[in-house]
């Protein structure tokens, strides 16, 4: 890591909560950014209504979801050597272009009404493929884009874009349901036809890929990049923390239609709002850590930020009220919002950028797991209720939180030293 990093990262906390934007090409990247995230969040919400509204089963919608989101299990330690071999700005591309494709088909067929629930998996399948080879280039081409100073702020402001993703998603979605499920569909795939061109704007500092020996096997760079994680108790310490975050703590959201129709009678609309009132407190916790980005001050929202995130998604399982749920969903949103980019800001940070692509797709293997949390809600949800299953993995988040801090004291403690 560079001294100028060093600086930015543990003595400057005076950088401006927006100072990347002063910075036209991460500006390009971040709208483009907004735009596909935007319209993976609408493919989430359409996707889970479209098959709950066919099956009329809870546990088809967490099937569906899940086959989307497994190869991450599996994929992204390789696009993490992809990342770090090849350049990120074309796996970019490719991945987008693809990802048009997709979500124009799936309109066509909706709006056909020829759609059937193995289309959904098959193109979720492929879409999660290439979302997981090429998301390891998206995340470490990020400090590439800006001064080595404002590394910290770049990823925090990138989290925004996330949050601003799933504050705007989600409800433009439940509202072009009410047109038709078509609309939503071709409505995600404008969105990133419209960003692909940004992308194609951007000009990425050191060709920001190519580290990777062109000889070495792909074995060999992935062990590279796990024997890195392992020298360090703070990055294995938030790999792990992150494993319950992103296992027990990111389930519930796939059943906010399940919990919009059968538990608040609030339909489509009100599911918008649900989601939307999530992205809302997630904006407000990527502001937070935007505008105070030094290390050790990132350690205490992510620790703060897991401790709330499962009492809230408890709390939200539990609610009848819609007010209250919109409260709760919110809060969850803020506190889920603190930990996740608390932690990945730490690790882009800490990370040297020739190894930033494979750590970073280890961590990604991690939100490959995912998918456990959310067959395993859909399963103990015909069993018990929807609500006591997502209460359920509330608790064992802040289990697991708890037992992660006891591991890894060096997720608290105050750094005098930044990871070399």
């Not at 059937?116 to 280039?137: K, Q």
């Not at 935007?290 to 499962?310: D, R, W």
């Not at 997502?390 to 930044?418: D, H, M, W």
Request: net charge positive; glycine share 10%; aromatic share 10%.
């Amino acid at each position: 890591m560079t001294s100028d990093t060093k600086s930015a990262a543990d003595q400057n906390p005076k950088i401006g909560p927006f100072e990347s934007f002063k910075t036209w090409n991460y500006t390009y990247f971040w709208i483009a950014s907004l735009l596909s995230i935007t319209s993976f969040f609408m493919l989430m919400i359409a996707r889970g209504w479209l098959v709950f509204d066919m099956t009329g089963s809870v546990s088809m919608v967490g099937y569906v979801s899940a086959i989307a989101q497994t190869p991450s299990l599996v994929l992204s330690v390789f696009g993490g050597v992809i990342a770090d071999r090849f350049n990120r700005k074309t796996i970019l591309l490719l991945n987008e272009g693809i990802n048009f494709i997709i979500l124009l088909i799936l309109a066509i067929l909706v709006a056909t009404d020829v759609v059937e629930v193995w289309h959904l998996m098959v193109l979720g399948l492929i879409n999660g493929i290439t979302f997981s080879l090429a998301f390891p280039s998206r995340a470490a081409i990020v400090p590439s884009l800006v001064p080595p100073r404002n590394i910290a702020n770049a990823v925090a402001l990138s989290s925004i874009m996330f949050s601003g993703a799933q504050l705007i998603g989600p409800p433009i979605a439940g509202w072009l349901i009410l047109v038709s499920p078509a609309t939503a569909f071709f409505a995600a795939s404008g969105f990133v036809g419209v960003g692909i061109p940004l992308f194609m704007l951007l000009k990425v500092r050191e060709n920001s890929g190519g580290y990777s020996a062109a000889n070495a096997s792909v074995l060999d760079n992935v062990r590279e990049g796990v024997k890195f994680i392992r020298s360090h108790r703070l990055i294995l310490g938030l790999m792990s923390l992150g494993f319950f975050v992103v296992v027990f703590g990111l389930a519930y959201q796939t059943f906010l239609p399940v919990f919009a129709e059968d538990i608040l009678k609030v339909g489509p609309s009100g599911l918008g709002y649900l989601a939307g009132a999530g992205g809302i407190g997630a904006i407000a916790g990527s502001l937070l850590i935007a505008a105070y980005n030094t290390v050790n001050q990132m350690k205490v929202f992510t620790v703060v930020g897991a401790l709330g995130l499962g009492v809230f998604i408890t709390g939200f399982s539990l609610s009848e009220s819609f007010a209250l749920s919109m409260v709760l969903s919110l809060l969850a949103g803020l506190f889920f919002q603190l930990v996740m980019t608390g932690n990945f800001s730490l690790i882009q940070v800490l990370v040297p950028d020739q190894l930033r692509g494979r750590v970073l797709s280890v961590r990604f293997i991690v939100f490959g797991m995912t998918p456990g949390g959310i067959l395993a809600v859909g399963v103990a949800a015909e069993q018990i209720g929807t609500a006591y299953a997502t209460a359920a993995t509330g608790v064992i988040c802040l289990a697991g939180v708890i037992l992660c801090l006891l591991i890894f004291p060096s997720l608290y403690r105050k750094q005098e030293n930044i990871i070399q």
